[in-house]
């Protein structure tokens, strides 16, 4: 039982830690630091985190027209005459895109109702921790390498 409990507590320990890491960045230090208002400081890391996922989006557009151009040729099924294999990975790469945008808003929820969704700071905390993701995931997308549109 003792043994249970103890790993429960390092469990917990180094849980906590990268919770707390998500929900901080540079954003949201520069707008406290620059902004006098409280709201003021809110809003200019809300408009941080709109301008990150505009970021993102246009990254996924320009690989999405990346695969499609250099993938451009057909499919090895017989009863696919207009289906290319651009097509099929471009399906794949959206849909997985999707499902990304899906686990960033719920871990950032999971994250910011670690100080409870009544506490002042629960907005700020959701957007710096999805500035931190769609960084990390900037660099991911990145690692695919593809070369230019045709």
Not at 6 to 23: D, E, Q
Not at 25 to 52: M, P, T
Request: proline residues 3%; charged residues 25%.
């Amino acid at each position: 039982m003792k043994e249970k409990i103890f790993s429960l507590i390092v469990v917990m320990m180094f849980s906590l830690p990268s919770y707390a890491g998500l929900s901080t960045g540079n954003e949201r230090d520069a707008c406290f630091k620059e902004h006098k208002e409280i709201a003021d400081a809110y809003n200019c890391l809300y408009q941080k985190r709109v301008e990150s996922d505009n970021q993102l989006d246009v990254l996924i557009s320009e690989i999405s027209k990346k695969i499609i151009s250099n993938y451009d040729y057909p499919t090895e099924k017989p009863d696919s005459s207009d289906e290319t294999v651009g097509s099929v990975y471009n399906k794949y790469f959206l849909d997985s895109q999707k499902a990304w945008m899906t686990y960033k808003k719920n871990l950032c929820l999971g994250v910011a109702s670690s100080i409870g969704e009544a506490a002042r700071d629960y907005q700020s905390y959701k957007d710096q921790c999805e500035i931190n993701l769609n960084k990390l995931h900037i660099e991911e997308l990145h690692i695919m390498d593809l070369p230019p549109a045709k």
